[in-house]
């Protein structure tokens, strides 16, 4: 009987707000349709996937890619290289947008708050194709604006395209010169919601800036910043196919190698693995998603255990 009038009462919100749940239609739809149905592909991981065949007539194979991929003797090369610069991303890239969201939040003129806004958005619509591009031309060891100038101080041109020592720090710099001002949106939008009541009450108590900024801004920002923490966790394999593939080259790729290229090679251009592994790049995927739902689960727990809402 409670069920029956849970669901008459969800009903009538239904009918009483649908404008509101059609506009949640396209969402919903697109969550279905491009990431709920293509999980079915998953099963191509315990398979010899055929594409005559199909996903229904391939030869079941069981947990035999896996074995392949952990007995790979790049594995751990891999799997170094795809931390490190998920690591470092976290370490230096995490941070900027909340220091930028947090130095335009100081900002008085709205006009000029605006512009540079703007100016710091542009780079996210900018393809990694121009972004790797951008970045040869400023480091190109012959015509490169960075070693034209480090020879007009007395210095030596370096290749840093080709230095596997500047490969990761490259990489960071790209994500955060590209992301940064559109992942400040976010925490501009907290920003937005913290009580001005709260800042005159710090002003009444004495409080400069800095007092404000720490003891009134960052602890509104604290619970968005833990759950796109938590988010980013989750994504601690993946760090972007077309920017690395586009950096890589035969001198970096000891440090530049990740698991997303392996996978092109591997799963589609089966280079040194016999060829088209469709499968096995299937399960090096799954791998990275049961690895990546691991670190949410552990990391929204101990939020939880230290007092704060986590994700769920």
């Not at 315990?46 to 199909?54: A, C, K, V």
């Not at 007995?71 to 900027?96: C, E, K, M």
Request: net charge neutral; no cysteine.
């Amino acid at each position: 009987m409670k069920s029956l009038v849970g669901n008459v009462s969800l009903t009538r919100r239904i009918f009483t707000h649908w404008e509101l749940y059609l506009l949640l239609l396209p969402g919903l739809l697109y969550f279905l349709i491009f990431k709920y149905v293509p999980m079915f592909g998953i099963i191509m991981a315990f398979q010899e996937y055929s594409p005559f065949l199909g996903v229904t007539g391939s030869e079941w194979v069981g947990f035999r890619h896996f074995v392949d991929l952990f007995q790979y003797d790049q594995f751990w090369r891999l799997l170094r290289n795809t931390l490190l610069i998920s690591f470092y991303n976290i370490v230096f890239y995490f941070p900027a947008p909340i220091i930028v969201a947090l130095l335009l939040n100081e900002l008085l003129r709205e006009w000029f708050k605006r512009t540079i806004q703007t100016i710091v958005y542009l780079p996210h619509f900018i393809s990694w194709v121009v972004v790797g591009s951008i970045t040869y031309i400023l480091l190109n060891t012959e015509t490169g604006l960075v070693n034209q100038l480090i020879v007009s101080f007395g210095g030596e041109a370096h290749n840093f395209l080709a230095d596997p020592d500047s490969f990761r720090t490259m990489i960071v710099l790209q994500n955060i010169w590209k992301e940064v001002g559109w992942g400040t949106i976010i925490f501009l939008a907290a920003l937005s919601g913290v009580d001005t009541q709260l800042y005159e009450a710090a002003t009444v108590d004495g409080a400069n800036r800095w007092h404000k900024l720490w003891h009134v801004t960052l602890p509104a920002l604290r619970s968005t910043i833990l759950i796109l923490l938590i988010l980013r966790l989750g994504n601690v394999l993946d760090v972007g196919f077309e920017q690395i593939f586009l950096m890589l080259n035969d001198l970096v790729y000891p440090v530049g190698d990740v698991f997303e290229t392996f996978v092109y090679r591997e799963g589609i251009g089966g280079v040194g693995l016999g060829g088209g592994r469709f499968s096995f790049g299937v399960a090096v995927g799954l791998f990275k998603s049961v690895v990546g739902l691991i670190l949410v689960l552990g990391a929204n727990k101990l939020a939880k255990k230290f007092g704060e809402e986590g994700v769920f």
